[in-house]
Nanobody, 116 residues
Framework: QVQLVESGGGLVQAGGSLRLSCAASGIIFSINAMGWYRQAPGKQREWVATITSGGTTNYADSAKGRFTISRDNAKNTVYLQMNSLKPEDTAVYYC??????????WGQGTQVTVLS
């Protein structure tokens, strides 16, 4: 059974930091890319960052310079270090994992709320 267990969300003041984690298990075939998306109230889900199996990272413009994505392949875990948080970063953050066959899996989401 595939499981993506996210943790690390919470309430933080503007300018603060949070670190999200997502541990994947039960995924058939090797994991390729891992990433994070977010969805704010009343808005569509948007891509935040991705990291490939080789360690190549890509970021949305809104995340560049403030967020850092990393992964521990031995633990099938992806992280998102978020610094200098802004109220507009408030959203539910979803972990996204793609295996070598291109099948995509989603986490249940973790709430991040940034107070102004």
């Amino acid at each position: 059974q595939v499981q993506l267990v996210e943790s690390g969300g919470g309430l933080v003041q503007a300018g603060g930091s949070l670190r999200l984690s997502c541990a994947a298990s039960g995924i058939i075939f090797s994991i390729n890319a891992m990433g994070w998306y977010r969805q704010a109230p009343g808005k569509q889900r948007e891509w935040v960052a991705t990291i490939t199996s080789g360690g190549t990272t890509n970021y949305a413009d809104s995340a560049k310079g403030r967020f850092t994505i990393s992964r521990d392949n031995a633990k099938n875990t992806v992280y998102l270090q978020m610094n200098s948080l802004k109220p507009e970063d408030t959203a539910v953050y979803y972990c996204n994992v793609r295996n070598m066959l291109g099948v995509v899996f989603w986490g249940q989401g973790t709430q991040v709320t940034v107070l102004s």
